[in-house]
């Protein structure tokens, strides 16, 4: 069992920027993958970013490509989502999800693909 916790949400103004953390504890393996997705009021849960241990690698969406890195502190295995130049479009709750093996790359986007789930941290974009 692997529990996540996330912080790091709040409310900042366009342009501006957050650090989200997701910090893992329990049985974790040494081939995961873990990824950051978000849901908005009323849209469905979309994926962010992704980043796998095993043949390591880091994906993202293409509405965050260039403005959010996703990054790791390998000591304690704690995942960052750096976000800059935020828009009110990313206004959203994001979640970070884990799972112990290692998901081809075609599946990395795939909520369905992740075991764990944090609980949710909001990130509120306004001026």
């Known amino acids: 069992q692997v529990k996540l916790v996330e912080s790091g949400g709040g409310l900042v103004q366009p342009g501006g920027s957050l650090r989200l953390s997701c910090a893992p504890s329990?049985?974790?393996?040494?081939?995961?993958?873990m990824g950051w997705f978000r849901q908005a009021p009323g849209k469905e849960r979309e994926f962010v970013a992704a980043?796998?241990?095993?043949?390591?690698?880091?994906w993202y969406a293409d509405s965050v490509k260039g403005r959010f890195t996703i990054s790791r502190d390998a000591a304690r295995s704690t995942m960052y989502l750096q976000m800059t130049t935020l828009k009110p479009e990313d206004t959203a709750v994001y979640y970070c999800?884990?799972?112990?093996?290692?998901?081809?790359?075609?599946?990395?986007?795939?909520?369905?693909?992740?075991?764990?789930w944090g609980q949710g941290t909001q990130v509120s974009v306004s001026s």
């Open positions: 329990g049985g974790i393996s040494n081939s995961y993958t």
């Open positions: 999800a884990w799972t112990n093996s290692r998901l081809i790359n075609s599946r990395v986007g795939a909520g369905e693909a992740y075991d764990y």
């Open positions: 980043y796998r241990r095993s043949g390591s690698g880091t």
